[in-house]
T-cell receptor, first 110, second 113 residues
Framework: SQTIHQWPATLVQPVGSPLSLECTVE??????LYWYRQAAGRGLQLLFY??????ISSEVPQNLSASRPQDRQFILSSKKLLLSDSGFYLC?????????FGEGSRLTVL | QKEVEQDPGPLSVPEGAIVSLNCTYS??????FMWYRQYSRKGPELLMY????GNKEDGRFTAQVDKSSKYISLFIRDSQPSDSATYLC?????????????FGKGTHLIIQP
């Protein structure tokens, strides 16, 4: 069966520090992968999606970037965090339209 | 007008009651409809996935789609305290990828023991 892993689960970072969130999917090959952010009162916001290695589409211009160095690995990064980057970050994958989410990474920027 | 509207709640009901959660939408091209359950500080979990109009039942859960009214519902029978969570609706005009998926903001449900 397929599973999706995200880490770290929780992190607290100072403004201006870098960020790296990782996501891996097991049990499938060439999945479509997604990064979402969920902020209080704002719902789920699609940040990036990838249909293959090195292929990244950005939905929202911002302080974040994504990379897909391997087939089942998706990384969300920032060089310098802003206060507004705080939120709950979710990785997801889809076999055919319906999304399956990871457990999420809660980021607090102070 | 927002594409998907969902009452944020909280909706509080006694244990054993039938719960009705709803979303309305404006895009008539939506054909694929999903309901997710999200516990606090956890990722959303897919509950129901339906295509076009009609009903779909899975245990205590029933998803209903009325495309003519642009209205979808999730019914929970014999509600349990463990059903307390935020319920998100989502919909898409194509089944091939989540880049076209639009989410509601979620309804916070509380089942009182």
């Amino acid at each position: 069966s397929q599973t999706i892993h995200q880490w770290p689960a929780t992190l607290v970072q100072p403004v201006g520090s870098p960020l790296s969130l990782e996501c891996t999917v097991e049990g499938t090959s060439n999945p479509n992968l997604y990064w979402y952010r969920q902020a209080a009162g704002r719902g789920l916001q699609l940040l990036f999606y990838s249909v293959g290695i090195g292929q990244i589409s950005s939905e929202v211009p911002q302080n974040l970037s994504a990379s897909r160095p391997q087939d089942r690995q998706f990384i969300l990064s920032s060089k310098k965090l802003l206060l507004s980057d705080s939120g709950f970050y979710l990785c997801a994958w889809t076999p055919s339209g319906e999304l399956f989410f990871g457990e999420g990474s809660r980021l607090t920027v102070l | 007008q927002k594409e998907v509207e969902q009452d944020p709640g909280p909706l509080s009901v006694p244990e054993g009651a039938i719960v009705s959660l709803n979303c309305t939408y404006s895009n008539s091209a939506f054909q694929y409809f999903m309901w997710y359950r999200q516990y606090s500080r956890k990722g959303p979990e897919l509950l129901m996935y339906t295509y076009s109009s009609g009903n779909k039942e899975d245990g205590r859960f029933t998803a209903q789609v009325d495309k003519s009214s642009k209205y979808i519902s999730l019914f929970i029978r014999d509600s349990q305290p463990s059903d307390s969570a935020t319920y998100l609706c989502a919909m898409s005009d194509s089944g091939g990828g989540a880049d076209g998926l639009t989410f509601g903001k979620g309804t916070h449900l509380i089942i009182q023991p």
